[in-house]
């Protein structure tokens, strides 16, 4: 009898590799370019601000901004401080009342309205609050002639207060302050704080203000940077150069570079003093930001 060998059984067919990752190297310097470039947008300006102050008349008007070589920074700062009898520091000083009082009130009341709408109800809520939402959409500039009109109404037109008091309303401000409010201020908490005999004004003070701190920083930076840089305000409100802000003085000595070439090394050198506190908020205030959640429920 003849045996019969079994059937032999097909190879399985090898499973074909898997197809090598494509290198992401293309994609890497793709973004690193992205980024390099947006980084040297920001600091060239810059830059040239810095090495620019430090010119006399006759580098900024040949091109020779960018030379080491010569720097006359000292020199510029002298002529700063005496041109005008020290007015352009009279106009620096005159940028941080309005901008550090002013940005300082503003956030106050705006984080009280947006605690406010947050925390409280009230017949007319959501459609007042739709009422700040549309002064967000209002311009500033187009608001600036019925401003001046009402300022001429109440005699304060070319005063102090006609640049200072249109600086405590910021809508967009409120609209933030509740967003904060909404994110930072658990109800539990307050609840709390109510139930151990708190007041309301307490409540707000101690545990509230604490609680969004994070977003009073946020709004006094954008309104102390908005402040600080405005324009148009201050031209229509004001003719004394003596109540000028930064901006408005250098805009008025730089329209005299034309007849007079030596105010260009003026105009840089106080663009480059004007940055300085904006820089130096930012740096102070940011570490606000990273307050924790619960920064005012202590005990």
């Not at 070439?261 to 004007?274: D, H, K, Q």
């Amino acid at each position: 009898m003849t045996l019969l060998a079994p059937p032999r059984r097909a190879a399985r067919p090898t499973p074909a590799a898997p197809p090598a990752r494509r290198p992401r190297t293309l994609s890497r310097t793709a973004v690193n370019g992205a980024l390099l470039l947006a980084t040297a947008y920001t600091l060239l300006p810059l830059g040239w601000l810095l090495t620019a102050a430090a010119k006399n008349t006759g580098d900024l008007l040949g091109g020779a901004t960018l030379t080491p070589s010569r720097w006359h920074l000292g020199a510029n700062l002298h002529d700063l401080a005496t041109t005008g009898d020290g007015i352009y520091f009279r106009w620096y000083l005159n940028s941080l009342l309005y901008a550090g009082i002013g940005a300082l009130l503003c956030a106050l009341v705006c984080v009280c309205a947006g605690y406010a709408f947050h925390v409280y109800d009230f017949p007319g809520k959501e459609k007042l609050f739709g009422l700040v939402l549309v002064g967000v959409l209002v311009p500033g500039t187009a608001l600036a002639l019925p401003m001046y009109l009402l300022a001429s109404q109440l005699g304060i037109v070319n005063t102090f207060w006609s640049v200072f008091l249109p600086s405590l309303v910021n809508p967009f401000g409120v609209y933030l302050a509740r967003v904060f409010c909404a994110g930072y201020l658990p109800g539990e908490v307050l609840e709390a704080a109510r139930m151990d005999g708190a007041g309301e004004l307490r409540t707000f003070w101690s545990i509230g203000l604490r609680m969004v701190m994070p977003g009073f920083v946020t709004v006094f930076l954008f309104q102390f940077t908005a402040i600080w840089n405005n324009f148009f305000l201050p031209l229509v409100m004001l003719s004394d150069n003596r109540l000028f802000p930064v901006s408005l003085g250098l805009y008025a000595w730089n329209a005299q570079t034309h007849a007079f070439p030596e105010y260009y090394p003026l105009v840089v050198t106080g663009s480059l003093l004007a940055v300085v506190p904006l820089v130096a908020a930012f740096v102070v205030l940011q570490r606000h930001w990273k307050a924790g959640l619960t920064a005012g429920s202590v005990k």
